[in-house]
């Protein structure tokens, strides 16, 4: 039990107290632009999961072989291969998906959750803590795309993974779908409030101030 609490501790970490996304900010492009249905958040969370998971554990293997000189050139060739391999599966059996996804599947290649995690962490580590730690950063990921996809999909067509589930106005029912929530900057608005949500509750991950304005002087008596 011991052993394994080290293991589980890296898991959950970046699940809220170590997010990518709503902690680092990292990887906004995607967050943002694949998230208008759960299909699409889901098939990216799942590919970039796939790819930071076994990236990290390949270059931690070979970690003592690479020279600093090209280390970051094999990092991304590394990576770079694993998302041909799921690139080629989605269009072989997702193919519907995978045209919705478009070039977001091959920006998985330069995504900041899967470079900083091989970079900073595989680099330095042996394979099994770097996979662990690779997939909690996917899950994490994973956790923020899902909720953005839900709430877009959801508040946007009134489904979710392609299913009625709030009976539209047109059809005789109540809801009526708010199209801006499918347009970009529902996608900044929505994750702008999960980013204050959290530190709301979180006040440790809210960053210093800039700028302490000076002390309010006293009028004379």
Avoid at 27 to 44: E, F, K, N, R, Y
Avoid at 155 to 183: N, R, Y
Avoid at 191 to 220: F, K
Wanted: aromatic share 8%; net charge neutral.
């Amino acid at each position: 039990m011991v052993a394994r609490a080290p293991y589980w501790k890296t898991l959950t970490e970046p699940l809220i107290r170590q997010n990518p996304v709503t902690l680092q900010i990292l990887g906004l492009c995607s967050a943002l632009a694949v998230t208008t249905t759960l299909a699409t958040a889901l098939t990216m969370s799942v590919s970039l999961t796939i790819v930071v998971t076994l990236s990290c554990g390949i270059i931690s293997l070979i970690r003592r072989h690479i020279p600093d000189t090209i280390r970051m050139i094999v990092q991304i060739v590394i990576i770079a291969a694993m998302v041909i391999v799921i690139d080629q599966f989605l269009q072989a059996y997702f193919a519907e998906i995978s045209r919705a996804l478009s070039v977001y599947v091959w920006l998985i290649t330069t995504n900041c959750v899967v470079m900083a995690r091989t970079e900073t962490y595989a680099s330095h580590n042996p394979p099994l803590p770097s996979m662990v730690d690779g997939f909690g950063y996917g899950l994490g990921y994973s956790l923020i795309l899902m909720i953005l996809g839900g709430l877009r999909e959801l508040f946007g067509k009134g489904e979710l993974f392609g299913a009625q589930v709030l009976p539209l106005a047109d059809q005789g029912g109540w809801f009526t779908p708010l199209s801006l929530m499918l347009l970009a900057p529902s996608g900044f608005f929505l994750l702008g409030g999960m980013v204050w949500a959290i530190r709301s509750i979180r006040p440790e991950q809210a960053e210093a101030p800039d700028h302490t304005p000076p002390a309010r002087m006293e009028p004379a008596q």
